[in-house]
Each structure stands twice: as structure tokens, then as C-alpha cells.
């Protein structure tokens, strides 16, 4: 649709609010041989567990309903995984729900969770995702990703997803990055910063000490993407606990608030319809009415260059929580970086800068940890994680990933859960010497964006401190 | 790593085919290749897996795509547009085609946009890959151009099988009138004004 109705607009209003109580991960690497999918959940289960000093039985004995996310059957060949997995992990005869939504099934995962306990049908309710993309050779598993295109339409146009993106990417250098040679170094640097993080992240698949050359003499993918602007294929599961407040604070003394919201748009690019622009809190319609101008063919809204399922997401997430103004409102973000462009797309998406400066979040610094244009920390650090690129895209784990890193900066334990040295050995992989702890201080309030295809389908998820819940919102 | 195996004309020649009776598919001839499964072993020679190789045909209709899907065959190019009064897209021209409107989901009007496109189609967007996924039959490097129409409100992906994409670039469709193979690679761009005796085999302007 190209207009909205009142109702379609109504920012969502739960009856109680919702707690995220614990989270866990898994490895995360290219190929899992030695581990059985099952594994991998428990390994992610069992860290959630230990995280609030439970064990794993003790913690399934809170759960009352369970969803799991996984986006393809294709690469585990196994039509109803998620019965398979909810029976090893003991929870039969719980009732569980498998969720698809591509790319943003973590997060749609934690979002139909979250309506749950909403709703009062459960009280404390498991979401866990997981991916394996290690079971059918690299090109199938590129067949089989480009299957979540239009199958008619778009897939056998080589078969290839990244090829879908890529002309999303030509588009926005075009209009917004002005053909500069400088906006792709930006678009590398995102690559640099991402793989540096994960570094520090003994989960992490892809850590690596590169430069913005690196990455602009990587092999090209799809044109303009070159391979280290691409994200990680990858195996691995992850986990979280949502609960209502009171079973929330039996379990932990120190759950966190959690909202959700949710946005889509066409499968297709091509079925993309001109529009105006969703507004969020932080923007004004003026803004906007020159942007052609400054930008030529900026004013083809969404076109090629924006994400509209970010921008609904955002503009439910936001108004339902009261945020004003993300930068100023959030500490720390996780978003779908999925390839560099993305990333800058989704920044302006979700109103961290207006349309047409999205590059400006990572020229100012202020994505970063520790701002390297001044030396202080970064005003809204992003990706910390490694993201999509750095750390991993097991894409129904990734979205829970999100949403659990940010979780542990809120909890301040970020360093305690990326540090310690017995993480890094039962991995298998040694701890950098220069490790830094890259915990955010003082975090109160963080955001993580679950994105599937070419923006089809978001969620915005918000995490906020429960003694620092912004107020205005509709909770 | 090169994995493909292009089956040869013998194993083509003994797949099975399907015809539509009385309303049902009615499949005939072969459909599935057995093959064995192989174990997968460690260095030392643990058992840790065994593949599953497997040979498999979907059956899959087209429904109300199937004019669009048939008249590339015949060198037509067909989109579908709102003729419902009521509705506030009225008018609107869809390609890619939808059999019906996404705003009041009255059924569509099938319309011809072979001479639109012809005249004035243009590149919005493009890029460039020599990557591509497994069962790729479109030769490298695949150009997709997305293609804009004067009138039409969404914008088409397709590839450019001869020239150098560029935004704003006139383009024109080519279609495979000869064998067609009934998929959307029916349809290939190639650059305005570019000579008829270098197409691709099976396609005309």
C-alpha cells in the first residue's frame, strides 16, 4: 500500500509489559561438522541458563511456550526442524511455533514471543534460533538463499542474492553517495569496523585487522559489492528469555524491558511504489521537501535506496516506547549489516540521520566505541558485536544475536561474557592480545534491527534498563 | 571449486514431462535419479556424516502469470493494470505483472507494453557479477539492469546480455521466440539501437 488508514497507523499498545530475563549464543563458524543442530540450541540454551546461575533444567522448568526460528528447511533438509529441536531440548509438550520471515526470523521470533507474554498466555517463553548453512556446498547455498527471492521472477537471474542488493547499493551511491570515491571508503570503513569488533568476540566467524584498501581490493561480488562489503555464512544458534515482570524477577534480580515492533515491504524491489515518507519523531516533513534537489532522485521514495519495513518498524518501535530521538534516546545499536550498504541505508531508515546523510553516522565517528576522530566514545556505537560481517548471519540465530549483545551491555556484562578466557578456549580460538573490552558505559537503552531480503520484512526491537524506561510511550 | 554437472542430452532425454487433464497434473516418464549415499569421514577416518544426494522436479503452476510467462514466446511483453473505478490505484500499470491490483485486489487488466518498452525503457539501476548460485544458466558476467517504463509504477529486474549497463541508458527488450524455455530469462535486454545479427541464439527483437 501507498497510504495508510488511521487504524493501520496505530501504534501498538500492550497490555503488560515485557522483560527480557536472560540470552546465549552458541558458536558461530562456517562449518559445524562435529555438531548435530540440536547441539548447537543447547550450547546457546545452556549459556542462557548459567547467565542468570540456573541450570538448564531448572531454567525449562519457567518456560510455557516456545518459538523457533529458521529460515530455511532447504539447508538442514529437514521439514519441521523446529520439532525436532523443542523435542531435544525436552520441552515437549510445550506448544511451539516455527517462525519464517528470511533474514529478520530472529527477530521475528523474539517478536511473536514477546506478544505472548504481552497477551498473558505465558508468563516466561523461550525464543530460540538457529542456522545451519553448512550442509550443502557454498553455491547451492547461494541457490537456495536466491530461493527467497521471486522464484519466477528474480531467481533465475543468476541465482545469486547478493546480485539483488547490489542493485540497491549502485542506486544509492548513485543518488545519495553522488558517485564519490569517498562515500565507498565510508561503505569499507563500515567493513573495518565490524570485523575489528568481532575480533573481540570469541563467538565471532569472521574477525579480522583489515583496511578500508583491504576491503575496496577484495574480489568483487556483485558489483559494487566486493566480497568484505558482504556478510558471513554462517552455523549457530542462539536464545533469549522473555517473561512477565513478575516471573521476570523470580528468575533474575536484573531482567531488562523489551518492546518490539514490526515493519515489511514488497518481496520484490521491483514492486516498489513511490510514496511519501513515514515521518518519525525526529523528522519533519519540510525536511524532506527539498531532498531532490540535493539529491536527484532522492525524491523516489522508497526507490532503491531506502528500507520502508525499517521505517515502520522504527515508527511503531519508537512512538510505543517515546523515543524522540534515537542518538540521543539509545546508547548502543545493533543493526543488519548485512552488506555495507545496508547498513548506511538503515541508518536513515531508522532516523539516526535524515535520509540522504546516512554516511555521516560513520564519517562523524559517532558509530563507533571509541569516536576516532576525537579520542572519547563514539555518541551511538554500532555493531559492537561484529554484526552480520564481523561475527556471524546463522540467519535465524542473527536477529537474537542482536538482540542478546545489546542486552549484555545494558546488563553491563559485555566484557565478562567476550572476555573470559574459558569462552575462548572451548571455542577453539585464541584471544587477541590487544583484546579490549568494548562494554559501553553507563548503557541504559539499545536498539537491534532484524532485516530479511531486500526489505522485506523488520523488526525493531528495544531494550531499555528498567530504571531507565523513557516515558511517553503507549506502555 | 567447480561442483556442476550439466546433465547430457541422454539423461534430458529420459525425464519425465507433465501435462495438465481434466484439471490435474498428470506426470509421466521419470522424475526421480537414485543415487547413493556416500559417507563423510575426518582425516582419521571417523565417521563424521554422509551426504544425501537427491534428484528432484517441482511441479509448479503459473495461474494468472501464465499469459506473461507464454507471450515472451511470442514476442510480447504483458503487464496488468487497475481498471477498478473505486480504487485509488486506478490506472496504475504493474510490471512485474500481478494478476490482481495490491490496493483493492480486483483482478487485473492484461495489458501489451511491447511498444512502451521498446520506445522508451531505461536502466534505473544495475550491476555486475561473476558469481553466480548453483543452477545458473545465464552466461557470465550477468548484468541485471532494473528497468523503468514511461507510465508503469514499479520497475522491472532483468538482464542485459549484450553492452555495458549505465543509469538512465535506453535499453530494449529481446525475447526467446524460438524454443522458449517459459521463464522470465524468456526476456533479455540489450542496449537501444543494438544490431539483430547479434543477439543471442532463439531471440528477436
Known amino acids: ?475 | 571449486m567447480k561442483m556442476e554437472h550439466k546433465a547430457s542430452a541422454e539423461e534430458d532425454s529420459k525425464r519425465g514431462t507433465v501435462k495438465v487433464v481434466n484439471g490435474r497434473y498428470k506426470p509421466s516418464g521419470l522424475f526421480h535419479f537414485i543415487s547413493p549415499n556416500t559417507p563423510i569421514k575426518d582425516e582419521t577416518g571417523k565417521l563424521m556424516g554422509i551426504t544425501n544426494p537427491r534428484d528432484m522436479t517441482f511441479i509448479h503452476s503459473y495461474g494468472g502469470e501464465a499469459i506473461f510467462f507464454e507471450s515472451m514466446g511470442l514476442g510480447k511483453l504483458m503487464a496488468s493494470r487497475c481498471d477498478n473505478p473505486d480504487c485509488e490505484s486506478k490506472g496504475s500499470i504493474f510490471m512485474p505483472f500481478r494478476i490482481h491490483c495490491p490496493d483493492c485486489l480486483f483482478k487485473n487488466t492484461v495489458v501489451d507494453i511491447t511498444e512502451r518498452a521498446k520506445k522508451n525503457a531505461i536502466v534505473h539501476s544495475f550491476m555486475i557479477t561473476e558469481r553466480t548460485g548453483a543452477f545458473n544458466t545465464l552466461p557470465t558476467p550477468i548484468k541485471f539492469v532494473n528497468v523503468e517504463f514511461e507510465g508503469v509504477c514499479t520497475i522491472l529486474m532483468g538482464a542485459l546480455i549484450r553492452g555495458e549497463p549505465k543509469i538512465g541508458m535506453r535499453v530494449v527488450p529481446i525475447f526467446k521466440t524460438k524454443n522458449p524455455d517459459y521463464i522470465i530469462t524468456d526476456m533479455l535486454w540489450v542496449p537501444a539501437d543494438w544490431p539483430t545479427e547479434d543477439l543471442p541464439e532463439g531471440y528477436t527483437y
Open chain 1, 1 to 475: 500500500m501507498i497510504t495508510f488508514s488511521d487504524k493501520q497507523l496505530k501504534i501498538p499498545k500492550m497490555s503488560k509489559p515485557v522483560y527480557l530475563v536472560t540470552g546465549g549464543m552458541s558458536k558461530f563458524a562456517r562449518a559445524m561438522p562435529e555438531k548435530r543442530t540440536e547441539e548447537i540450541c543447547i550450547d546457546a540454551m545452556t549459556e542462557a541458563a548459567k547467565f542468570i546461575d540456573m541450570t538448564p533444567a531448572q531454567l525449562k522448568k519457567y518456560i510455557h511456550t516456545c518459538y523457533y526460528g529458521h529460515f530455511a528447511d532447504h539447508f538442514g533438509d529437514q521439514l519441521l526442524g523446529e520439532s525436532v529441536i523443542h523435542d531435544r531440548l525436552g520441552l515437549d509438550p510445550l506448544g511451539n511455533c516455527g517462525v519464517k520471515t528470511g533474514g529478520a526470523t530472529g527477530g521475528t521470533t523474539f517478536w511473536e514471543a514477546y506478544k505472548t507474554i504481552a497477551s498473558g498466555y505465558s508468563d516466561c517463553a523461550l525464543a530460540m534460533g538457529w542456522e545451519r548453512m553448512d550442509e550443502v556446498p557454498t553455491d547451492e547455498g547461494n541457490n537456495l538463499i536466491s530461493c527467497a527471492a521471486d522464484k519466477d521472477w528474480e531467481t533465475p537471474m543468476g541465482h545469486i542474492y547478493t546480485g539483488y542488493y547490489a542493485v540497491m547499493a549502485q542506486k544509492y551511491w548513485q543518488v545519495f553517495g553522488k558517485q564519490e570515491e569517498s562515500f565507498r571508503k565510508t561503505m569499507a570503513e563500515i567493513a573495518v569496523k565490524n570485523r575489528g569488533y568481532a575480533r573481540m568476540n570469541p563467538h565471532a566467524q569472521g574477525p579480522m585487522d583489515i583496511t578500508v584498501e583491504d576491503v575496496l581490493n577484495s574480489p568483487i561480488v556483485a558489483h559494487p559489492l566486493r566480497a568484505l562489503d558482504c556478510c558471513l555464512m554462517s552455523v549457530g544458534a542462539a536464545c533469549g528469555i522473555l517473561a512477565d515482570e513478575k516471573t521476570a524477577y523470580e528468575m533474575t534480580d536484573n531482567p531488562l524491558r523489551i518492546d518490539l515492533a514490526a515493519g515489511s515491504h514488497t518481496l520484490r524491489v521491483a514492486d516498489r511504489r513511490n510514496m511519501e515518507i513515514p515521518l518519525l519523531p525526529n523528522e519533519t516533513k519540510e525536511q524532506y521537501a527539498d531532498l531532490g534537489q540535493r539529491f536527484p532522485g532522492g525524491d523516489r521514495y522508497p526507490g532503491f535506496t531506502g528500507f520502508l519495513a525499517a521505517r515502520m518498524a522504527s515508527y511503531y518501535a519508537y512512538r510505543m516506547v517515546g523515543i524522540q530521538d534515537p542518538t540521543k534516546d539509545l546508547d548502543l545499536v545493533e543493526l543488519h549489516d548485512a552488506f555495507t550498504i545496508s547498513d548506511i541505508q538503515t541508518y536513515e531508515d531508522i532516523g539516526i540521520r535524515p535520509y540522504g546523510e546516512g554516511r555521516t553516522y560513520v564519517e562523524s565517528g559517532d558509530c563507533y566505541h571509541t569516536n576516532p576522530n576525537t579520542g572519547e566514545p563514539g555518541k551511538l556505537p554500532a555493531n559492537l558485536s561484529g554484526g552480520l560481517i564481523g561475527n556471524m548471519h546463522a540467519v535465524g540465530a542473527t536477529g537474537i544475536m542482536q538482540i542478546i549483545e545489546v542486552g549484555q551491555h545494558i546488563w553491563n556484562r559485555w566484557g565478562e561474557m567476550h572476555g573470559d578466557e574459558a569462552k575462548w578456549e572451548r571455542f577453539d580460538r585464541e584471544k587477541p592480545k590487544d583484546w579490549k573490552n568494548l562494554q559501553v558505559h553507563g548503557a541504559k537503552r539499545g536498539l537491534a534491527i532484524s532485516h530479511a531480503g531486500v526489505g522485506s520484512h523488520v523488526t525493531c526491537t528495544i531494550l531499555q534498563h528498567p530504571d531507565h524506561v523513557l516515558e511517553g510511550g503507549t506502555l
